[in-house]
Nanobody, 120 residues
Framework: QVQLVESGGGLVQAGGSLRLSCAAS????????MGWYRQAPGKQRELVAL???????NYADSVKGRFTISRDNVKNTVYLQMNSLKPEDTAVYYC??????????????WGQGTQVTVSS
C-alpha cells in the first residue's frame, strides 16, 4: 500500500509564495517519477512539474521560471516551491508517483490533493 500525503497548500495573495510537500510511504520501486499536477474548476488535470529519480526536472510552460520542483530520495519526499503566484495558479494540486517498467506496466499513485488559492 502506497500513500502520498501532501501539505503546504493555502490562500496567498498574487505575487506571493507557497511550498508544497508530498511524502510517500509504503513499498514502491526506487526508480520513479514524482510530480505535481493541478486541476482548476471546470478544467482537466494538467502536469505542473515532474522530477525523475535521477534528478531531472520538467515544467509546464506556464510555471517555468516561477516554480521549482525538488526531491529528497532518502525521505521519499517531493517539494514544489511556487513563487510569483498568479490567480490562474489557483487549483487543487495533486502529488503523483509513477513507475513505468520495461514491460510497459505502470504503477501510478496519487495524493488526496491540496488546495492552492491565489487572490488578486
Amino acid at each position: 500500500q502506497v500513500q502520498l500525503v501532501e501539505s503546504g497548500g493555502g490562500l496567498v495573495q498574487a505575487g506571493g509564495s507557497l511550498r508544497l510537500s508530498c511524502a510517500a510511504s509504503g513499498t514502491f520501486f526506487s526508480l520513479n517519477n514524482m510530480g505535481w499536477y493541478r486541476q482548476a474548476p471546470g478544467k482537466q488535470r494538467e502536469l505542473v512539474a515532474l522530477s525523475g529519480s535521477g534528478g531531472t526536472a520538467n515544467y509546464a510552460d506556464s510555471v517555468k521560471g516561477r516554480f521549482t520542483i525538488s526531491r529528497d530520495n532518502v525521505k521519499n519526499t517531493v517539494y514544489l516551491q511556487m513563487n510569483s503566484l498568479k490567480p490562474e495558479d489557483t487549483a487543487v494540486y495533486y502529488c503523483n508517483l509513477r513507475t513505468v517498467y520495461k514491460d510497459r506496466t505502470v504503477d501510478d499513485y496519487w495524493g488526496q490533493g491540496t488546495q492552492v488559492t491565489v487572490s488578486s
